[in-house]
């Protein structure tokens, strides 16, 4: 599921696994010189002594695509930027997969960075997507960081 | 016909309401189509539903809410056909 | 050419096309949350009204690999990394094509953004290697961030 | 046998020099093997070069020095075998 506007911006939600590479690359225009991209992924790890087995992403997918575009939106009013590629993964995502990519490409490294940390940042406190974590006798929904409804702006 | 006398003067308002991650497991479903007052907010709603579904309260203020995909605050009011979505703090990312 | 180290990190000069995605995957422990990755690539671009057809780059091999081990050692004591990789491409680089990238991996974004940005710009510091710039009629050294030889620490 | 003559007071030592980017192209070639006096050090060695190649003088105070690989000021004493690179501010990266 996809949706474009009329910039080579990008924000995609996928069931499918996914390339960094070709995410980072899709927001190269000749005249940058710089890309910095985020890849994050599932971690090995415990909570109460379970092991996580695998994870499910769930997606509000209408609002998530909006949010994304209105963060890449600020992003691009905040920082000298030329074009944001950013894909999550949806439904089922194995340890060590990656769930989220995000790939800034800017004339200079400087921009490229500022705005990668803050839309990830951004991205995890408004972006309705929702984290689930199951082991092997169940399953639990993992806690976001905390959304401010009232925003001050 | 009648359709300037709904327009002026609705006595109900026909909205969708969707729940998601946690929220969705309380109500047991992802979607309803339900009837509520004309001239209810936002918060009007949420009362309703949380009196409806009680556990709901566990999320206190986190509760988070949408109007047609829009993060709304309690004094949004309604309209016709109006999409809410009720849900819990978003985990997305890593 | 690569250098090998102890841990997982790694250096390389290449003369093959950098797959930006193998960099990152390489460096990725199970228990790290987030990497990023640093593309820098050829722009296009003129200079005194001449357009560049391409670049090469030309190293002092084993001096630039140590000085890549130093700086990566040096960011492995300031900031909480888990492992590092960089590759640097050498010989002649195609306008568009990736000339460097460094992949850093971490338990938490935040010092994996800090320190891939401190690494390329001690990489540009420091480590010998240099660029030529070629043109329809000839070629120049492109000058190079200022070192400071006589370092205060 | 008189290796601990030649070790207690060599009179000259043989070291490779290298150059690199914008120097090689003015040097000419990218490696010398040259004998220098005992005692010499990094800033001996540069007049020395500065003296062959004026032309390098235009880097100034930016021409670099390694010996064995590792960045070197004025007063590092050379000794014999060394490899000692003349080159100026590096440009890697993008």
Known sequence: ?153 | MNNEIKASMPSKLSVSILFFGAARDIVGASQHEIQIAANSTVGTLKSEMLATYPELARFGRSLLIAVNCEYADEHTMLKSDDEIAFFPPVSGGT
């Open chain 1, 1 to 153: 599921m996809e949706l474009k506007t009329t910039s080579s911006d990008f924000y995609e939600l996928t069931l499918e696994p996914i390339d960094i590479s070709s995410v980072a690359r899709r927001i190269v225009p000749p005249t940058c010189g710089a890309t910095v991209t985020l890849d994050g992924y599932v971690r090995e790890h415990t909570r109460a002594h379970k092991r996580t087995l695998y994870l499910v992403y769930e997606a509000y997918q209408p609002m998530a695509l909006r949010e994304l575009r209105r963060i890449v939106e600020e992003a691009r009013a905040k920082f000298d930027i030329a074009h944001v590629g950013i894909v999550h993964r949806t439904g089922q995502v194995e340890i060590g997969e990656t769930s989220v990519v995000i790939a800034v490409a800017a004339p200079h490294r400087r921009a490229a960075f500022e705005a990668c940390e803050w839309l990830i940042r951004e991205l995890k406190r408004t972006v309705p997507i929702w984290k689930k974590e199951f082991y092997e006798d169940g399953s639990m929904w993992a806690e976001g960081e905390h959304y401010e409804a009232h925003r001050a702006n």
